[in-house]
């Protein structure tokens, strides 16, 4: 199954833990049976505003690029502003399905 396009819609269905907003173009093909499902292709957000429940700072002009490829998911590029420090990072998860297993991100913070 392929799914494409954009939108300005809530994030936060996807991360009940996060409150996400901000433009998002997806390009993914679905595959696989549906006890083990399988991504491959691209997300994008830019100029987003990302807040964790609990935590009161909120990233803001957040760019992220997301490649879904193997059941891992290489986060390509991502920069964001938080308390008006600048974060720039790349990094990778490993995928159970559609749930994140193992993460390591390599994060850049100048304030």
Known sequence: MLVAGETRGDLAALWPEVRAAGPVRIDLTYGGPWDAPTLSGTAELHDGRVRWIGFP???????????????????????????????????????????????????????
């Open 57 to 111: 700072d909120a990233l803001s002009g957040a760019d992220l690029r997301v490649r879904f490829e193997r059941g891992r998911a290489e986060v390509e590029e991502f920069a964001a502003v938080l308390g008006g420090g600048e974060i720039r990072g790349s990094g990778h998860a490993a995928l159970d399905g559609l749930l994140l297993r193992d993460y390591e991100m390599d994060l850049d913070v100048a304030n």
